[in-house]
């Protein structure tokens, strides 16, 4: 069992940053493949940011370039750094983990491949 919680989110001004927490409990690994996902009203959980069991990264495209994946084993932290906020990336965001095996090789941005989340946090960007 994992327990995932997020932290972080908030209001900010576009073209404002925000840096995502997401603390592990339970039965972590540094090897499980873990990602961010975000999710707005109507619309379907899309990934945002994923980040593998040895170090490897990938992002949504619309993530490309704004914002940045990365863990602290030591704390077992997942972060997203997320700067040059958009108006459209208002969403409930969440983390979650994928913890088959010893080792995750992929970088899962299908939030149907997890099965641990978090409970989210919200960020409001404003014009």
């Known amino acids: 069992q994992v327990q995932l919680v997020e932290s972080g989110g908030g209001s900010v001004q576009s073209g404002g940053s925000l840096r995502l927490s997401c603390a592990a409990s339970?039965?972590?690994?540094?090897?499980?493949?873990m990602g961010w996902f975000r999710q707005a009203p109507g619309k379907e959980r899309e990934g945002v940011a994923a980040?593998?069991?040895?170090?490897?990264?990938d992002y949504a495209d619309s993530a490309k370039g704004r914002f940045t994946i990365s863990r602290d084993n030591a704390k077992n932290t997942l972060y997203l750094q997320m700067d040059s906020l958009k108006p459209e990336d208002t969403a409930m965001y969440y983390c979650?983990?994928?913890?088959?095996?010893?080792?995750?090789?992929?970088?899962?941005?299908?939030?149907?491949?997890?099965?641990?989340w978090g409970q989210g946090t919200q960020v409001t960007v404003s014009s």
């Open positions: 979650a983990a994928f913890t088959k095996g010893s080792i995750c090789y992929w970088l899962l941005l299908n939030p149907n491949d997890y099965t641990y």
């Open positions: 339970g039965a972590t690994s540094s090897r499980y493949c």
């Open positions: 980040r593998n069991g040895v170090g490897a990264s």
